[in-house]
Each structure stands twice: as C-alpha cells, then as structure tokens.
Nanobody
Framework: VRLVESGGGLVQPGGSLRLSCAVSGVTFSDYVMRWFRQAPGKVREFVAT????????TYVDSVRGRFTISGDNAKNTVYLQMNSLKPEDTAVYYC?????WGQGTQVTVSS
C-alpha cells in the first residue's frame, strides 16, 4: 500500500487549497480513508474521514463547514478541499488507511 500526498503550500488567511492523496495497492472506496494533521509541537489529530464507498463523511469540529473530503474512484485518489483557511490550520497533513500513512504535505497559512 502506498499513499502519496500533494497540494500543500503557503496560502494567506481566507484562502483555499486542495490536497490530494494518491492511493495504490488498495481501492480506497473499500476502506475507511482519513486525513490527519500535525502542527509543530502538537500531537497528530484527526481531520476528516471518508467511508462507506465515499457516502459517509465526518469532520473534526474545527474544520466542519470549511473542509470537504471526497474521492475519485477512477483515479483512486482522495481529496481534501480546504476553504477559509486560518493560521491555526497550519500543519503537516497526512493521508491514512488502516495502518498505512503517507509522507505528509505541509500547509502553511500566513499573511
């Protein structure tokens, strides 16, 4: 199983980014896919879940209404659309399935 995240970068507060997680070795829609993030000096925290073949989505309270998790079956890729970004969203974002993790992608929200 291999997970490769991309799409991170530097964005101003209020801006948007879309993270991608390219999945290989499994079909993402057969599993529970999760996004996590880890800010400097903090523990890794859950951000969003995609499950039930993409029909069920859950979010941590701090991102609900701003972030959207989705998947593309044809590309076997999971996305995290992040809108109205805040400085406190700054973190390394990781894709997860079962016990497998990607390498992470840095998101920095700063003016």
């Amino acid at each position: 199983v291999r997970l490769v995240e991309s799409g991170g970068g530097l964005v101003q507060p209020g801006g948007s980014l879309r993270l991608s997680c390219a999945v290989s070795g499994v079909t993402f829609s057969d599993y529970v896919m999760r996004w996590f993030r880890q800010a400097p000096g903090k523990v890794r925290e859950f951000v969003a879940t995609l499950s039930n073949a993409g029909e069920t989505k859950t979010y941590v309270d701090s991102v609900r209404g701003r972030f959207t998790i989705s998947g593309d079956n044809a590309k076997n890729t999971v996305y995290l659309q992040m809108n109205s970004l805040k400085p406190e969203d700054t973190a390394v974002y990781y894709c997860n399935v079962h016990t497998y993790w990607g390498q992470g992608t840095q998101v920095t929200v700063s003016s």
